[in-house]
């Protein structure tokens, strides 16, 4: 019994040695999500919400060079899914996403209402109150060029920044990296509070075109 609790201790005090390290690595980045867990019975995938606005939701998760990844569609309809999260961007105030826009809504632009579709949307979500919840939001569009900012005709407390614009990268996988913590400061002119909500998007209603987009691991760094 003796040598069971020695060998317990000394498991114990190894387990200790070895956990503060990997902790001290983890917490330089965290997983927001990896799409590894499998979809629900909804074929949504664990942990998401589905959110349907107009149309048919053609959503699935595919196996592309040994990662799972979300893969969207759009035949004339407007969905995504949402995730509860929390972080403090103050901490940790970069995110990282992978996406691939296969096909783009033709005209799309959010610049204007009537054509504002997009294949790639990624939302960052400021308040638990949906009245008052402000978000910045990054877009693969079709007409504005990269790197244009401005308010949503659809939502004005959603501020967008278009990351990729037309067809140069469509079809190619596009590593984004971002500074959710200057981004909010730049366009809503204040401190962020705590992120509690990350949604991905797409739609072609508007412009009654087709859209066609895979995401692959988001996840949110110090640095």
Request: hydrophobic share 40%; proline share 4%; charged share 25%.
């Amino acid at each position: 019994m003796k040598i069971a609790r020695f060998q317990i201790v000394l498991l114990i005090a190894a387990i200790l040695l070895v956990v503060p390290l990997t902790a001290r690595a983890d917490a330089d980045r965290l997983i927001i999500e990896n799409f590894s867990q499998g979809v629900d019975e909804k074929g949504v995938p664990i942990g998401w919400e589905l959110k349907e606005n107009e149309g048919i939701p053609q959503i699935s998760l595919v196996e592309e060079n040994n990662e799972h990844v979300l893969h969207l569609v759009s035949d004339e309809a407007s969905f995504g899914i949402t995730k509860e999260i929390e972080v403090d961007l103050k901490q940790y105030p970069f995110i990282h996403f992978r996406w691939k826009a296969v096909e783009l809504p033709k005209g799309g632009d959010f610049r204007e209402k009537q054509t504002d579709d997009q294949a790639g949307q990624l939302y960052v979500v400021f308040g638990t109150f949906k009245l008052t919840a402000k978000i910045v939001g990054y877009l693969w569009d079709n007409g504005a060029p990269r790197f244009t900012t401005g308010v949503s005709p659809v939502w004005g407390k959603t501020r967008l920044i278009v990351l990729q614009s037309g067809s140069e990268n469509i079809g190619k996988w596009m590593q984004e990296k971002r500074n959710v913590y200057d981004d909010y400061q730049a366009l809503f002119g204040k401190e962020p509070p705590k992120t509690n909500l990350i949604s991905l998007f797409i739609n072609s209603q508007h412009t009654k075109s087709r859209a066609e987009c895979y995401y692959g691991e988001i996840y949110v760094s110090k640095k």
